[in-house]
């Protein structure tokens, strides 16, 4: 998969937004081990807390539909700056693949290559629950 396709297809699914409060887009693509792809949005409410970032769209979404291995991740917001994963998405990114690498891209396509293991070091996880 080329990493510039991963990313027009999180600029494409950001389109989508549901961003009525915040007027803050943002759209991810996450691609499977299996080669798939699967988008997601923001999903804003008018009760801030059940909104719902682009990042955990796509893998809901995946996972309802039985996938849980993931390569990577793309991520594009309407910012000229490389807007990076809140920390809740994150703690869902290292739950499935925590090996994934992320792409962050501003509005205008240019993008930063980073290691979920760098930009989340010490997750919660299954183990600290034993």
Do not use: H, W
Request: aromatic fraction near 12%.
């Amino acid at each position: 998969m080329d990493i510039r396709q991963l990313i027009e297809s999180s600029m494409k699914a950001k389109e989508n937004a549901y961003a009525p409060y915040s007027k803050f887009r943002v759209g991810a693509a996450l691609l499977a081990k299996d080669g798939r792809i699967y988008t997601g949005c923001n999903i804003e409410n008018a009760s801030y807390g059940v909104t719902n970032c682009a990042e955990r769209t796509a893998i809901f979404k995946a996972v309802s539909e039985g996938v849980k291995d993931f390569i990577s991740i793309a991520i594009n917001s309407d910012s000229d700056m490389f807007v990076l994963p809140c920390g809740v998405c994150r703690q869902v990114m290292a739950e499935f693949s925590y090996d994934m690498k992320v792409y962050i891209s501003n509005r205008y396509g240019e993008y930063k290559e980073y290691s979920l293991k760098d930009l989340f070091p010490v997750p919660f996880t299954k183990n600290d629950l034993e």
